[in-house]
């Protein structure tokens, strides 16, 4: 049934995988069994809810756990082989790993943080020490070369531990939450960037992240995983259009605009504007929660500066939240309590003014 | 729990309790401070005898802390990084010397080394190597005393050390042992530090298992805690002299290990 899916993912239609997996293991009660496909230069997410056993999976393709079930195929290599129980140790493998709260070592440089992998691998301290350089230009960092980890804000350990992951050019890039360890704020940049330098990465990549936004604005394929399990994988579009399970409407359910921002002004592809917080300039793409948009019979007086006529083309239950699929321009997803479609009378066909506020709209530079 | 700043009122009883025990541990200090033959005190230090004490003293406590790095810090990753069976009788023996008194194990030491010793017959055989009575002697009793202290400080600080900075050099290839080398041995050098520095202490005051394994011989085995004893039978201002030494030595061992214990 996977391999079906991935067979009518049209993005891979052709590819050959640069790794292929099949990650299975049982841990007390919890049961993992996901397989995952990821071409060269592609980024996978894998999505689910903490307990899901993402992080297992992941240290299942590092190496860091042993699975006696697994088989992991890297660019036509065997890493794991549970029928013959075979396991290529972690230091053997050709990976990068950044983790969660990044682990930098705190004991040495940035520079000699990043040169460290090209060191293990018995490149001399000079050269090790010129590429590690090379990578700090590229993730803006070159001025921090001397500074030790404790000295850099968040964001900057995150490019230096994503600097260090990718500086032995690995087959196989592991991201761990990438952004889990940051505040808001800074997140928004952070996960802008690292789509830049995962676009300039020729491996394949793979993201474990429980947030939807990591998974729709990195990956070009999203696996969601719940209870050890795939519920549902595709392109982000696709995932975020048609969630099958309640937790995927819930998490990735989330309405992606893409159009040109001048100042405040976003103009969409289908020339509807919408209005921003933040200024911006050039391409980008803006990000509206189904649940932070608001239903309206007539058109309505309030705060909101993005307000708009739509017609209700598709009204979904899943569990207690009712989700309308709106038909603009801009189309839209909106969650309304099942209350709120009885008092509206809401239904197929039925003509409505949708708005939402300025402040609520998240801005990505594409 | 609330913001203002708690002040705790200690009974009446135990606040007199606390200045009997500090006066108690302060008072003898005091005291050879107080008694010290401050005039004659350079040229007792100067005394060519004290001064071979002094350095033979210094040089043997150096040389057991060598050894007590070099073999104790294998020990202390043993036992703060392998899940082998037996690991807690293992720590339990390895830091009995810790509350051995020093004489027995002085005891113990000349039956393992003696020229009859378990190992020691074979040593004086095969290498014509013999360790009692001499300042190899010395340093084997101190290292034996003192050594339980740094595998102690070391295994505490590798206990809290995340051991993902293992997993995350893995990942970039580093074998075992260049992680080792690059990232647990930096990262445990402050832990090493303060277990080398407790251990040289305790090697510089070692008195009883020296005297028994490797006796008192001036400008061999006498060290100063032996001469200090020995100077008390019949020059005690020569005595009072050595032990001041002494303190102003364990007053900087304290001023070097104060971020660690005597921060709040």
Known sequence: ?366 | MTPVRRRTRAPYGIFVAALVGAAFLVLPLVGLLVRAPWRSLPTLIGESHVRTALRLSVETASAATVVAIVLGVPVAWVLGRLRIRGRGVLRALITLPLVLPPVAGGIALLLAYGRRGVVGEWLLKAFGVSLPFTTAGVIVAEAFVAMPFLIIAVEGSLRGLDIRYDQVAATMGASRWFTFRHVTLPMLAPGIAAGAVLCWARALGEFGATITFAGSYPGTTQTMPLQVYLALQDDPNAAIALSLVLLAFSVVILAALRDRWLRT
């Open chain 1, 1 to 366: 049934m996977v391999a079906h899916v991935i067979g009518e993912s049209p993005l891979l239609a052709g590819q050959t995988s640069l790794i292929e997996a099949n990650l299975r293991c049982v841990r007390g009660p919890f049961e993992l069994d996901v397989e995952l496909r990821v071409p060269a230069g592609g980024v996978l997410a894998l999505l689910g809810p903490n307990g899901a056993g993402k992080s297992t999976a992941l240290q299942i393709l590092a190496g860091l756990f042993g699975s006696h079930t697994s088989r992991v195929m890297v660019g036509g290599a065997v890493w794991d082989d549970g029928t013959r129980g075979y396991r290529r140790p972690t230091e053997e493998r050709s990976v990068g790993v950044v983790f969660q709260d990044y682990l930098l070592f705190p004991r040495m440089n940035v520079r000699d943080n990043v040169a460290f992998g090209l060191r293990a691998r018995g490149i001399d301290k000079g050269a090790a020490r010129r590429q590690a350089d090379e990578w700090l230009i590229r993730v803006g960092l070159e001025a921090f070369g001397d500074r030790r980890p404790a000295e850099l804000s968040g964001g900057q350990a995150q490019r230096v531990a994503i600097a260090r992951a990718l500086a032995p050019s690995p087959q196989l890039l592991l991201l761990d939450e990438p952004l889990a360890a940051l505040d808001a704020g800074t997140r928004m940049h952070v996960r802008t960037d690292l789509r830049r330098y995962l676009s300039g990465f020729t491996g394949a990549t793979v993201i474990v992240t429980h947030d939807a936004l990591d998974a729709l604005v990195l990956a070009d394929q999203i696996v969601v995983v719940e209870g050890g399990r795939v519920v549902q994988q595709g392109t982000p579009g696709a995932v975020a259009r048609q969630p099958r399970t309640r937790y995927v409407a819930q998490l990735v359910g989330v309405n992606l605009f893409r159009g040109k921002a001048f100042d405040t002004t976003v103009t969409l592809d289908g020339e509807a504007k919408l209005t921003t917080a933040q200024r911006n300039d050039g391409d980008v793409f803006v990000v509206a929660r189904p649940r932070d948009i608001t239903v309206h019979r007539e058109h309505p007086e309030g705060s909101s500066r993005n307000v708009w006529q739509a017609v209700v083309t598709n009204i979904e239950q899943h569990g207690d939240l009712v989700r309308l699929a709106a038909s603009g321009p801009p189309d839209a997803l909106v969650d309304v309590t099942a209350e709120a479609i009885a008092e509206l009378d809401l239904d197929v066909g039925q003509h409505v003014w949708l708005s939402v506020k300025a402040t609520a709209l998240d801005v990505y530079s594409d």
